[in-house]
C-alpha cells in the first residue's frame, strides 16, 4: 500500500519544533542559582535549630531509642519471614508477637521520655505502632 496523500492532523517530522526561550526570562542556571541559595540558608537555620533542640536530649537517650527501632524491626522481619512459612504453626508465631509486645512497650515508654516534635520520638512511634498493629492482628486471628 502506497500512501501519497497528507491528511490534515498528521504530525511530520520537524514540524513541532522546539522554541527558543525569550531573552526576557532569564538564565536557567541564574535561576537555579538563587533558588539554591535561598534553600542553603532556609536549611541552614532549620538545621541549627534542630541541632538546638536535640542538644537537651541526651546521647544515651537517642542511642537506646535507635537500638530499640532496630530491634524491633528486626523482629518485624523475622515475624514476617515466619509468616511466609507454610509450615510453622500459628503456636509457633507466639516468641514473635511476645518479643513484639515487649518492644512496643519500651518503645513507647522511651518515646514519652522525648519531645513530641523530636524526629526520633516520631520513629519510635510509627515503629511501636506499626509492632502494635502486627500483635493486634495475631491476637484477632489474622494469622
Request: glycine share 6%; proline share 6%; aromatic share 4%.
Amino acid at each position: 500500500m502506497k500512501i501519497n496523500e497528507i491528511t490534515p492532523n498528521q504530525n511530520l517530522p520537524g514540524q513541532n519544533q522546539v522554541r527558543q526561550p525569550d531573552s526576557g526570562g532569564g538564565n536557567f542556571a541564574e535561576i537555579l542559582q538563587t533558588h539554591l541559595q535561598g534553600s542553603e540558608a532556609v536549611g541552614q537555620l532549620s538545621t541549627s535549630h534542630q541541632v538546638s533542640a536535640s542538644a537537651a536530649i541526651p546521647a544515651q537517650l537517642r542511642v537506646e531509642g535507635l537500638g530499640l527501632s532496630e530491634s524491633a524491626i528486626n523482629t518485624l522481619d523475622s515475624f514476617s519471614a515466619a509468616l511466609a512459612d507454610p509450615e510453622l504453626k500459628s503456636s509457633e508465631l507466639e516468641p514473635y508477637i511476645s518479643a513484639l509486645e515487649e518492644e512496643s512497650a519500651a518503645l513507647t515508654a522511651l518515646r514519652d521520655d522525648l519531645p513530641a516534635e523530636d524526629p526520633l520520638s516520631r520513629l519510635l512511634n510509627e515503629v511501636a505502632a506499626v509492632s502494635q498493629l502486627e500483635v493486634a492482628k495475631y491476637r484477632r486471628g489474622d494469622y
